[in-house]
T-cell receptor, first 112, second 110 residues
Framework: IAGITQAPTSQILAAGRRMTLRCTQD?????MYWYRQDLGLGLRLIHY???????GKGEVPDGYSVSRANTDDFPLTLASAVPSQTSVYFC???????????FGPGTRLTVL | TQLLEQSPQFLSIQEGENLTVYCNSS?????LQWYRQEPGEGPVLLVT?????EVKKLKRLTFQFGDARKDSSLHITAAQPGDTGLYLC??????????FGQGTRLTINP
């Protein structure tokens, strides 16, 4: 059982380029989340989806978009990357009323 | 402004010592979770507490949820080098969302 997979593992990107971070889960969880993790700031929610076909904005949504066409996949797109989007990005999923979340291994993104 | 404040942010102690990490907020949470994160990996859930005053033990780790469900603590007894890592608390909000503290980076020296 893989749980949650993320791709790529790391990426260096020129500012202004478009980038999609991929996230797939095989646990059939309804809810999925994208976070960014920056030193001293912990994990901040970018976007979330409570179920396939619906998405919502988190704490830091600007510059990012998501889609949830099916239960398993939740891609995160940076339409025009900027250096402040340099971070480690984590995808997570949950299917419990207490919202216990399972995290992927992360994608380390550097925007130059 | 951080909704959940963790303290201390950094802690380095010797093997065998005891320690407590705190997670505080002015908000009430439906649940409080603690995660541990190793370098290069995603956070892994340690425990969930849901009832005010609840205490849970996981081997040498003791977790407590405050009576008013606004704060929590993690106490480690006789710390070992394997306890080294980043500890994150997270509070359950509405609409199936969590808000995370900024983390406590713990180093246990042999």
């Amino acid at each position: 059982i893989a749980g949650i997979t993320q791709a790529p593992t790391s990426q260096i990107l020129a500012a202004g380029r478009r980038m999609t971070l991929r996230c797939t889960q095989d646990m059939r969880h309804n809810a999925m989340y994208w976070y960014r993790q920056d030193l001293g700031l912990g994990l901040r929610l970018i976007h979330y989806s409570n179920t396939a076909g619906t998405t919502g904005k988190g704490e830091v949504p600007d510059g990012y978009s998501v889609s949830r066409a099916n239960t398993d996949d939740f891609p995160l797109t940076l339409a025009s990357a900027v250096p402040s989007q340099t971070s480690v990005y984590f995808c997570a999923s949950s299917d419990s009323w207490a919202n216990e979340q399972f995290f992927g291994p992360g994608t380390r993104l550097t925007v130059l | 402004t951080q909704l959940l404040e963790q303290s201390p942010q950094f802690l380095s102690i010797q093997e065998g010592e005891n320690l407590t990490v705190y997670c505080n907020s002015s908000s009430v949470f439906s649940s409080l979770q603690w995660y541990r994160q190793e370098p290069g990996e995603g956070p892994v859930l340690l425990v969930t507490v849901v009832t005010g005053g609840e205490v849970k033990k996981l081997k040498r780790l003791t977790f407590q949820f405050g009576d008013a469900r606004k704060d929590s603590s993690l106490h480690i007894t006789a710390a070992q080098p394997g306890d080294t890592g980043l500890y994150l608390c997270a509070g359950g909000m509405g609409a199936q969302k969590l808000v995370f503290g900024q983390g406590t980076r713990l180093t246990i020296n042999p």
